[in-house]
């Protein structure tokens, strides 16, 4: 009994729901950040998108059950290890679909709009355009967008352009890196597209190249939201964590290299120096959207794009004389 409880939690996986996270980056960049409602709404709407990501998981283990059969890492989970059948998956999909659906609905119909919508991609994902090559890592990404707008959705507030942008160019990154990772631990001859179609269509130098554009675009668009004008009025020090940024990105390009890992979420939880570069810059980004103000007292005094430059004007000497004298002559 037990043991096929522990198959049903590994069918949903829970240790994806971190990537849930990205519901809260509306939250913690706006002014309700302060309120506790929105704190509340925000859990809410982060539980719904992990109960419809979960769905999303069994569903899509359901129809590939011969696929990952042949996978080294993916056979080993439930479905295609056999300790739970596709029709098991297949219900708990649905009831993890209405349970997250159900818990959308009494939130903002702008969040109960875009949950759904996350969900109908994921199933047309699921259905086929996984086999459609660029197009399943751009679905991906729209997929984490999603979960940002979500988030905004839920306690209505605006999101920045910057960060949207950040948010899916940055997980194409991830998302390119993924089927890097992939072709590592499959590059026996053929065996990639024995798995799965559209990795025979992946090859190495076409991913290399593709994560290089994507990630310096990703970082190109983080700089640009921390010099926003909105930003800097408000959390003018974020820009001082982006060494952690660079570093996070080139460590992730080269931990894919190895064919260790399966994907960015093993990467993240397995790798000690990327889990500890992760955890640093979430700590210091929280210290800066609570306590900023108080922050960039003890760091350098930068100007920032569109400001002029402090200019200190001298007295000349004649105003200097009058001045003093005018000090001298003064009635006391």
Same mark, same amino acid.
């Given at each position: 009994m037990l043991s096929k409880v522990w198959a049903y939690i590994e069918l949903i996986r829970p240790a994806q729901w971190v990537k849930n996270v990205f519901v809260f980056a509306a939250l913690g960049f706006s002014e309700e950040r302060y309120d506790p409602q929105s704190f509340l709404t925000a859990i809410v709407a982060f539980i719904s998108f992990s109960l419809l990501s979960s769905s999303v998981y069994a569903f899509n283990d359901m129809r590939d059950a011969r696929e990952d059969a042949l996978h080294p890492t993916k056979r080993k989970r439930p479905v295609p290890s056999g300790r739970v059948s596709p029709g098991e998956a297949g219900i708990i999909a649905v009831l993890l679909a209405i349970a997250g659906v159900g818990l959308a609905w009494p939130l903002p119909r702008g969040f109960l709009l875009t949950a759904v919508t996350y969900l109908a991609l994921n199933l047309f994902y699921s259905l086929g355009a996984k086999r459609l090559v660029l197009l399943d890592i751009i679905l991906i990404a729209i997929g984490f967008v999603l979960r940002a707008l979500g988030g905004a959705a839920a306690i209505e507030v605006d999101v920045s352009a910057w960060l949207i942008i950040c948010t899916f160019t940055l997980c194409l990154f991830l998302g390119f890196g993924k089927r890097r990772c992939e072709l590592a631990m499959l590059d026996a001859p053929g065996q990639a597209a024995s798995y799965r179609a559209t990795l025979a269509l992946y090859t190495p130098d076409l991913l290399n190249q593709l994560l290089a554009v994507t990630g310096g675009i990703a970082v190109i668009t983080f700089l640009l939201y921390t010099l926003d004008p909105h930003t800097t009025t408000t959390f003018r020090p974020l820009i001082f964590t982006t060494p952690l940024v660079f570093y996070a990105i080139f460590r992730y390009a080269m931990l894919i290299e190895t064919g260790r890992h399966p994907g960015p979420t093993d990467i993240l939880i397995s790798d000690r120096p990327f889990l500890v570069t992760a955890v640093l810059w979430l700590v210091l980004t929280a210290v800066i959207v609570y306590r900023g103000k108080? !922050? *960039?007292?003890? +760091? @350098?005094? +930068?100007?920032?794009?569109? $400001?002029?430059?402090? !200019?200190? /004007?001298?007295?000349?000497?004649?105003? /200097? *004389?009058?001045? +003093? /004298?005018?000090? /001298?002559?003064? $009635? @006391?």
């Open positions: 108080d !922050v *960039e007292r003890y +760091l @350098p005094k +930068l100007r920032w794009p569109g $400001t002029p430059p402090a !200019v200190k /004007t001298a007295m000349s000497p004649r105003k /200097t *004389e009058a001045s +003093l /004298t005018g000090a /001298t002559n003064a $009635t @006391p």
